[in-house]
């Protein structure tokens, strides 16, 4: 059985949009003051681990047109990862990725009971509240950086449904940024 882990930058009051300077939010780029040398160590060591990336299809498409000019290893690794994409869209979607058929929820239940190295799902804030209310989340990673930015987009369904987590990890980093690492407990 594989994790399915999710991993977000996320601010004090829950926004996920925008952290890396993307033009969907008036605030933009809102993770990059808390980002530091040991917060891309602990993002790298996160997708060394990563067998593979499951990406909604705004966020794949985001990274397909920002990662493949990039370089280092971070940049080695993302590119090189294979990546399944929950989309509508017919084709191939390219920079090494698949779509996930349909049905989506039945399809990640089948990627998860495969064998392999964890599922790392990061950005695709709609996917993830999806997974969340599936039960599918086995691990969240919260890299709460300590800034409000006034809205924008959440992971959090806001079905009054209660779930119970476990802080498995807390670690602190000199920029200001805390990653909260869960395990989902039950409902």
Same mark, same amino acid.
């Given at each position: 059985?594989?994790?399915? =882990?999710?991993?977000?930058?996320?601010?004090?009051? #829950? /926004?996920?949009?925008?952290?890396?300077?993307?033009?969907?939010?008036?605030?933009?780029? !809102?993770? =990059?003051?808390?980002?530091?040398?040991?917060?891309?160590? %602990?993002?790298?060591?996160?997708?060394?681990? &990563?067998?593979?990336?499951?990406?909604?299809?705004?966020?794949?498409?985001?990274? *397909? @047109? %920002?990662?493949?000019?990039?370089?280092?290893?971070?940049?080695?690794?993302?590119? #090189?990862?294979?990546?399944?994409?929950?989309?509508? $869209? &017919?084709?191939?979607?390219?920079?090494?990725?698949? $779509?996930?058929?349909?049905? /989506?929820?039945?399809?990640?239940?089948?990627?998860?009971?495969?064998?392999?190295?964890? =599922?790392?799902? /990061?950005?695709? *804030?709609?996917? /993830?509240?999806?997974?969340?209310? !599936?039960?599918?989340?086995?691990?969240?990673?919260?890299?709460?950086?300590?800034?409000?930015?006034?809205?924008?987009?959440? =992971?959090?369904?806001?079905?009054?449904?209660?779930?119970?987590?476990?802080? *498995? $990890?807390?670690?602190?980093?000199?920029?200001?940024?805390?990653?909260?690492?869960?395990?989902?407990?039950? @409902?």
């Amino acid at each position: 059985m594989r994790p399915l =882990i999710v991993s977000e930058f996320m601010t004090l009051d #829950g /926004v996920v949009e925008a952290p890396g300077g993307e033009t969907t939010h008036p605030h933009a780029g !809102w993770s =990059i003051p808390f980002t530091s040398d040991e917060v891309i160590a %602990a993002k790298l060591q996160e997708t060394r681990e &990563a067998g593979t990336l499951l990406l909604g299809r705004r966020t794949f498409d985001q990274f *397909a @047109g %920002a990662w493949p000019s990039r370089d280092g290893e971070l940049a080695d690794l993302m590119n #090189g990862l294979p990546k399944t994409v929950v989309t509508s $869209r &017919a084709g191939d979607p390219g920079w090494n990725g698949e $779509r996930l058929p349909e049905p /989506v929820r039945s399809s990640i239940t089948t990627l998860k009971q495969g064998d392999g190295d964890p =599922i790392l799902v /990061v950005g695709s *804030a709609s996917l /993830v509240r999806a997974l969340l209310v !599936w039960g599918l989340v086995d691990e969240l990673r919260l890299l709460v950086c300590p800034v409000m930015v006034g809205g924008g987009l959440r =992971i959090f369904p806001d079905d009054r449904e209660a779930w119970r987590f476990e802080l *498995a $990890r807390l670690q602190r980093f000199d920029a200001g940024a805390v990653l909260h690492t869960y395990r989902l407990t039950g @409902g």
